[in-house]
């Protein structure tokens, strides 16, 4: 949609977002051209200076879900443009770099939406000698058009990768690289065919997404939108396991069970939370919205809403009767160290 990147600052953008979504100011960008700054000296702006859309940390893009507009509408018009900025990205990657022009035509630029360009990607990355990618592809892409929510949480996983994450340099690089990103995705369509009683079919799949992508998903856990795998290696999530929107997970993270027992057995996760490296919550226990779970901890009770449970049993900073608060959200804030001076004295 975007062939260039218009000059932005950063004040204008800020004021824009206090009282319009995001995919709002996305399309005043494509037919307004052009936006300029009200501050009557814009070098002594507080909020900033002149940068361009497409190249602007992902940080500085974030906009607070109550500011969003969840209309399918506004889903539609932030799909169009993440979809035009993939496009624009990889027509400049394939300009600098003509050893990938052939791959980022097939994977990208061949293609007339973002569901289609996925699907084909997922499609020859989970195909094997008796699974045909044709095949996958077909599945993938009857799955995605069917579905806008779907359709709305890819988006949403780009978005969260690109605004969390400093070493995605662009969405297409989310697009093409992130296993995190692309076993979600799998994952996701594996549990629109669960939910549809093609059981059989989804646990193919899944056995494919846990060889290629090193992540095991069952196809029945339930997984909101706006999610960041970070590295993603050696993820577990069981069957009954449920992850709110806007959850940032890293890798070798286990939401198990407790033992051979059947039922509901897994962790149930909230909004906004942040679960450090090889953390391990087990057992049917909540974990709340906008808590943090410090990296290596070892869950076994609930942990209450944006409180930070570390250490192997895991506490609370703070203490058990009057823990800590997070001030802000740890699932999109990435923040994984700011509780050390609270939780111990070691110094190395």
């Not at 995001?22 to 009200?38: D, E, G, I, P």
């Not at 993938?140 to 995605?168: I, K």
Request: hydrophobic share 40%; charged share 20%.
């Amino acid at each position: 949609m975007l062939a260039t990147s218009w000059s932005v600052p950063y004040c204008y953008i800020n004021r824009i977002h206090r009282r319009r979504s995001l995919s709002a100011l996305h399309y005043q960008f494509c037919n307004k051209h052009t936006l300029r700054c009200h501050c009557t000296n814009q070098e002594n702006c507080n909020l900033g200076f002149p940068t361009y859309l497409s190249t602007m940390p992902g940080g500085e893009l974030s906009v607070p879900p109550s500011v969003v507009q969840n209309t399918a509408e506004s889903d539609e018009n932030e799909e169009f443009w993440v979809w035009g900025q993939i496009k624009a990205e990889a027509r400049r990657d394939a300009d600098s770099e003509p050893a990938l022009a052939s791959y980022l035509y097939s994977t990208i630029l061949s293609h007339s939406s973002l569901e289609r360009s996925l699907s084909f990607h997922l499609g020859n990355k989970l195909c094997s000698s008796t699974l045909l990618s044709t095949l996958l592809y077909d599945l993938f892409l009857n799955v995605f058009s069917s579905d806008s929510s779907l359709r709305a949480a890819v988006v949403a996983d780009l978005r969260a990768a690109r605004v969390r994450d400093p070493a995605c340099v662009s969405f297409s690089h989310c697009l093409l690289n992130y296993k995190g990103f692309l076993a979600c995705q799998a994952h996701r369509v594996a549990h629109k065919l669960w939910n549809q009683d093609r059981q059989p079919l989804a646990l193919a799949l899944n056995s494919r997404i846990s060889d290629v992508f090193a992540v095991d998903i069952h196809p029945a856990a339930k997984i909101g939108k706006g999610i960041l795998f970070d590295h993603a290696t050696g993820v577990v999530i069981g069957e009954t396991a449920v992850i709110g929107d806007n959850c940032s997970i890293l890798h070798h993270v286990t939401l198990g069970g407790t033992g051979k027992a059947g039922g509901d057995r897994h962790p149930k996760v909230g909004d906004g939370v942040l679960i450090g490296a090889a953390a391990t919550i087990l057992g049917n226990i909540k974990i709340g919205d906008g808590a943090k779970i410090g990296a290596g901890s070892v869950v076994l009770i609930d942990v209450p809403p944006r409180t930070t449970a570390v250490g192997n049993p895991a506490r609370l900073i703070g203490g058990k009767e009057k823990p800590s608060k997070n001030e802000d959200v740890p699932g999109e804030s990435m923040d994984h160290t700011s509780f050390i001076s609270e939780w111990s004295d070691y110094i190395i």
